[in-house]
C-alpha cells in the first residue's frame, strides 16, 4: 500500500511568474520517483518529476534526498489564495491521489507594487514558435552554419521567452537529432512543465525510452500521450515518425502481423528510411513471407540502392547464425541478394558461411545463382504464390 509523505516548504511570488518548492515521495517505495500534480481549487496547475537531491531531505530520514521539485508557473499566484494550493501523488493514466497534508508554506512575495497577479483564471495561450523555429534553422544550415550558432539562436530565444513550451521542445529535436539524448530529456521535460500537454514532448520521450531499452518509462509517456489526446496515434497515421515508433512498440509486444502494416505504412510515408526497412526486412523473414517485400519493393523504391545496401548491411549486423540453423541463415543471405546483388558484406557472409576463399573469380555469380534457386525454393508451391497474388490483386483494387 503506497505511504505518500510530502510538503510545498516555499512559495515565491514574483511579477510574472510563481515558483514553487517542496518534495513528495512513498515511504512504502523509498527508491522510486513520484509523480506530482500541483491543483489550485480542483485546476491542475502543473505535473512535474520530483527527483532533485536536497541534503535537508537525506539528513531528515527522507530517502536519498533525491525527492524534491522546484516548479515555475508562469503567472503570479493571488497570496490570499495560496492556502487552496495542493499536492497531489499522481498515480497511473493521470489518476491523483488525495492531496498530503503538510505544514504551511512560506510565502515570499516578490511582487513590485504596480503588478496585480494574476487571479485563478485559464492561462493565456503560448505563441507556438516551431515554424520560425525552423525557418531560422533552415538559413543556418544553407549558410553552413555551425553546431554553436544554432545553439546562439536558442539560447536568444529563451531569454525572451524563457516560459515557452515550443521552444524547449524545438531545442529538445535539436539535441534528439545528435543522438544527445540526456540534454533532449531535459529539454522536453521543461516543455512539459510549461505546458502539460505537450504531446509531441511525451511522444520523443517515449522514443528515447525505447532506444535506451526502458520499455517500462516508455510506456508511462504512452498513458499520458493517451489520456491527453487517445485519439493521438489515429490522428497520425501520415507521421512517418509515429508509425515507425509504432511498429518498434508492436514488434516488442510481439504483434508481429500489425507491426508489418506499420511498417509499411511508414515505407509508404518514407521509402528513404534505412531503419524502416531494415525492420521490414526481419519482419518478413519472421514471416517467412520474404516474397511480399519484393512486391513491395517493387511497388516503392528508396532512391538510391546504397539504401537498400546499408538495411540489409544492418540486418547482417544485427543477426545471430543458429548453429543447428546455419542453413536457414545462408537461404536468407541468398534471399538478400535479390535485393542488393552487389552487397559486398553479403556475398562476405556467404563466403564465411560456406568456406569459400578469396581466390573464387566466379564468386558473386555463383551468389546470384543460388540466390535465385533459394527465391525459388521459397515460394514452396504454385498454390501459396496464386494465393498471394490474387490477395495482392484484391487488395490493390480496394485501394
Known amino acids: 500500500m503506497k505511504q505518500f509523505e510530502g510538503s510545498i516548504n516555499q512559495i515565491n511570488i514574483q511579477n510574472n511568474q510563481t515558483i514553487v518548492l517542496g518534495w513528495l515521495w512513498d515511504s512504502s517505495h523509498p527508491d522510486e520517483v513520484c509523480q506530482g500534480t500541483l491543483s489550485l481549487n480542483d485546476k491542475v496547475l502543473a505535473s512535474f518529476e520530483c527527483s532533485q537531491y536536497r541534503e535537508d531531505l537525506q539528513q531528515n530520514g527522507i530517502g536519498d534526498g533525491k ?20 499536492l ?25 507594487d504596480e503588478q496585480s497577479p494574476i487571479e485563478e483564471q485559464e492561462q493565456p495561450q503560448q505563441h507556438d514558435f516551431s515554424e520560425e523555429i525552423d525557418k531560422e534553422l533552415e538559413e543556418i544550415y544553407a549558410q553552413e552554419g555551425s553546431r554553436n550558432e544554432v545553439l546562439e539562436y536558442f539560447e ?11 521552444i524547449h521542445h524545438k531545442l529538445g ?5 545528435q543522438d544527445q539524448f540526456d540534454e533532449s530529456i531535459k529539454n522536453y521535460n521543461l516543455a512539459i512543465q510549461f505546458n502539460p500537454h505537450a504531446l509531441w514532448s511525451y511522444h520523443n520521450l517515449s522514443v528515447i525510452c525505447i532506444k535506451r531499452d526502458d520499455w517500462p518509462k516508455s510506456d508511462e509517456y504512452i498513458e499520458k500521450i493517451n489520456a491527453i489526446h487517445p485519439e493521438f ?3 497520425n497515421r501520415d507521421n512517418f515518425l509515429v508509425q515507425l515508433h509504432l511498429g518498434e512498440r508492436l514488434t516488442h509486444q510481439n504483434k508481429i502481423p500489425e507491426a508489418l502494416n506499420t511498417y509499411k505504412n511508414a515505407f509508404f510515408l518514407n521509402p528513404n528510411s534505412i531503419e524502416c526497412l531494415y525492420q521490414l526486412i526481419q ?45 536457414g541463415y545462408l537461404s536468407k ?18 563466403k564465411t558461411c560456406k568456406g569459400v576463399d578469396d581466390s573464387s573469380n566466379d564468386l558473386i555469380e ?26 495482392h490483386l484484391q487488395n490493390e483494387r480496394i485501394t
Open 88 to 112: 497531489h501523488p499522481q498515480g497511473k493514466k493521470e489518476k491523483l491521489y488525495k492531496a498530503v497534508s503538510h505544514e504551511p508554506a512560506n510565502i515570499i512575495d516578490n511582487r513590485s
Open 67 to 86: 525527492h524534491a521539485y522546484e516548479i515555475i508557473l508562469n503567472h503570479p499566484l493571488a497570496p490570499e489564495n495560496i492556502d487552496q494550493l495542493k
Open 233 to 235: 496515434w489515429n490522428d
Open 156 to 166: 536568444t530565444l529563451k531569454t525572451k521567452h524563457p516560459e515557452n513550451y515550443s
Open 366 to 391: 555463383n551468389d546470384l545463382n543460388d540466390g535465385i534457386q533459394s527465391y525459388e525454393n521459397n515460394l514452396v508451391s504454385i498454390e501459396q504464390f496464386l494465393n498471394f497474388m490474387d490477395s
Open 283 to 327: 519482419l518478413h523473414f519472421i514471416q517467412n513471407s520474404f516474397i511480399e517485400l519484393l512486391f513491395l519493393l517493387d511497388e516503392k523504391q528508396p532512391s538510391e540502392q546504397n539504401i537498400i545496401d546499408e538495411a540489409v548491411e544492418k540486418w547482417i549486423e544485427n543477426s545471430t547464425v543458429n548453429n543447428n540453423d546455419s542453413q
Open 173 to 177: 529535436d535539436f539535441y534528439f537529432n
Open 333 to 350: 543471405l541468398e534471399n538478400l541478394l535479390l535485393l542488393s546483388p552487389n552487397c559486398q558484406a553479403i556475398h562476405q557472409e556467404i
